[in-house]
């Protein structure tokens, strides 16, 4: 498969992702603030801290390493070994969510059962969850190297709007269910999302006529299942070894990623019912950036590790995928950057009003409007890591994996020092100023390594971080007009004035899109022909 033909892919894939995200966060922001009328902020912070942490970080911890592993390129790729590899997740998973419900029930502190009752069933099925997920996994991985973009679509949304929709239910006629409420949607969420994954695969490997069960590595769905052989090794341990690799980096990137929550939770820096808010406050926050960044991060993702060959220079590579890859990058770079750029210019004028329709005065007073300040800023950080990262992790070598990873080490361990030393200081701000240090630190190290790659290259992706001296201005002069606008017309003056404060900063909005159509022409016309509906071109300017 040629690098551009990838590329059309990956770029379809992320396209479906963004709309799926939007979906997504849609529900979840919707659901929210319908939850924020009929429980208690202390119960969504156990849910929303407490317990997704346990199920996320088993979830993490159990596939991460195994995803990024055998999705690389590989010159010879033995499916059989490969889905034998994955098989190993559940075994994996089990440990963790024992291991870590154990240390949820026994060693943290335990919420009052008048306030959040039946914590302790909460934690056992959001562990057992993540085991019922990991059952999938060897499909998730066989559809995403494929690219059965339609499959993820169909397959998340349902589960996600099924689960929204029992939750719901279940608040509205037993609220007084208190945990138990999550704990049935979770395992039912899970369940479903594993049900798409298995119905589709047997249907398709049972029809005669489909042309894509020509292109798969299997012919029956048996062949998905652990496979013991003695004329070959039961895993291939190139891909073991890389996988070992990714473990112990994935698991420093969890911490990184996850980490205020981890203080939160083990440090008791804060009540249930604060984290409550920080955690709604995190979710909106992040809202746009996980809308667009995430679902880009993880499909370019594959389209590097397709394009790029792990162990060898730019220069000793095919010189057409290096320049498909380094013009993508360069794309990419300059879009993230523009993103997040006018998210935080726009949000920092717009945060209060933001948390005010949401929540009411439980959100958009107190530390409310400084947090979701905060992470505006945040988001631009967020935008940049994700892209340097992505290209970062596809083209390195092992060896080079293994060294990334005491960085990793040394960002984990100072990031949970500075996080809880500035929480102390100045509450939960704290949080995401530790997160804004360890992630410039993070695309530095990032920065480099594109460098050191395209240095004996024509190739210079790191373009991409440049921006014209007009569109900058643009944004400087909207960051100005909308803080004045929010000073005299926001927040307490009454819908009339808040409705002039939204009018200006659409009018804003507007000058500063139209500017970067203007002046970022080969841009524009990288996301018609490649993130849009239209094929991939032969010529890519």
């Known amino acids: 498969m040629g690098s551009r033909e990838v590329l059309g892919q990956a770029a379809r894939l992320a396209s479906s992702g963004l709309l799926l995200q939007v979906l997504f966060r849609l529900i979840t922001f919707v659901l929210n603030a319908f939850i924020l009328r009929f429980l208690s902020k202390e119960i969504v912070g156990v849910v929303n801290v407490r317990l997704t942490l346990l199920y996320s970080t088993t979830i993490f911890l159990a596939r991460e390493a195994f995803r990024r592993a055998c999705l690389s390129r590989g010159t010879q790729q033995d499916w059989s070994q490969t889905l034998n590899l994955l098989w190993l997740t559940i075994p994996l998973g089990v440990f963790w969510s024992l291991f870590l419900g154990w240390i949820w029930l026994h060693l943290l502190e335990v919420p009052d059962p008048n306030v959040v009752p039946h914590y302790g069933t909460g934690v056992v099925l959001f562990g057992l969850s993540a085991v019922v997920e990991l059952l999938g996994e060897p499909f998730w991985v066989l559809a995403q190297a494929h690219m059965f973009i339609k499959l993820k679509v169909i397959a998340e949304s349902l589960s996600v709007i099924l689960r929204s929709i029992l939750t719901a239910l279940l608040v509205i006629w037993l609220p007084h269910w208190g945990l138990h409420i999550f704990s049935v949607a979770q395992i039912f969420y899970t369940t479903v999302l594993v049900l798409c994954y298995v119905i589709y695969f047997t249907n398709l490997l049972s029809s005669p006529e489909s042309t894509k069960q020509q292109t798969l590595p299997v012919s029956r769905i048996t062949d998905l299942l652990p496979n013991i052989t003695r004329s070959r090794a039961f895993v291939n341990w190139q891909e073991a070894k890389l996988t070992w690799s990714f473990f112990k980096q994935s698991f420093l990137k969890q911490i990184l990623t996850e980490g205020e929550r981890y203080v939160m939770t083990f440090?008791?820096?804060?009540?249930?019912?604060?984290?409550?808010?920080?955690?709604?406050?995190?979710?909106?926050?992040?809202?746009?950036?996980?809308?667009?960044?995430?679902?880009?991060?993880?499909?370019?993702?594959?389209?590097?590790?397709?394009?790029?060959?792990?162990?060898?220079?730019?220069?000793?590579?095919?010189?057409?995928?290096?320049?498909?890859?380094?013009?993508?990058?360069?794309?990419?770079?300059?879009?993230?950057?523009?993103?997040?750029?006018?998210?935080?210019?726009?949000?920092?004028?717009?945060?209060?009003?933001?948390?005010?329709?949401?929540?009411?005065?439980?959100?958009?007073?107190?530390?409310?409007?400084?947090?979701?300040?905060?992470?505006?800023?945040?988001?631009?950080?967020?935008?940049?890591?994700?892209v340097t990262e992505c290209f970062t992790f596809a083209a390195m070598s092992k060896e080079e994996v293994d060294r990334y990873n005491f960085t990793m080490l040394a960002l984990s361990s100072s990031f949970l020092v500075l996080s809880y030393l500035l929480t102390r200081w100045c509450g939960s701000v704290g949080f995401i100023l530790a997160n804004c240090f360890n992630m410039s630190i993070r695309i530095t190290q990032s920065l480099r390594f594109i460098h050191r790659y395209y240095q004996k290259s024509p190739h210079r992706p790191l373009a991409g971080l440049r921006v014209s001296p007009v569109l900058l201005g643009v944004f400087s002069l909207s960051a100005v007009i909308t803080s004045i606008s929010e000073v005299f017309l926001c927040c307490e003056q009454g819908w009339p004035a808040r409705l002039t404060h939204i009018v200006v900063g659409a009018f804003c909005l507007g000058v500063t899109l139209g500017t970067a159509f203007l002046t970022e022409t080969k841009l524009i016309h990288f996301l018609r022909t490649q993130l849009g509906v239209s094929r991939v071109t032969d010529k890519m300017t």
Do not use: H, W
């Open 267 to 386: 440090l008791n820096v804060l009540n249930f019912g604060d984290q409550g808010v920080y955690d709604i406050v995190n979710n909106l926050g992040s809202l746009v950036a996980r809308l667009i960044f995430q679902p880009i991060e993880e499909s370019f993702y594959i389209f590097f590790a397709k394009v790029v060959e792990r162990e060898k220079d730019a220069i000793l590579q095919k010189q057409e995928d290096v320049a498909v890859a380094a013009t993508v990058l360069e794309f990419l770079l300059k879009l993230a950057l523009l993103t997040g750029l006018t998210i935080t210019v726009f949000g920092f004028a717009y945060s209060q009003l933001a948390l005010d329709i949401y929540g009411g005065a439980m959100l958009s007073s107190g530390t409310g409007p400084i947090l979701l300040r905060c992470y505006c800023v945040y988001v631009l950080l967020l935008a940049i890591n994700g």
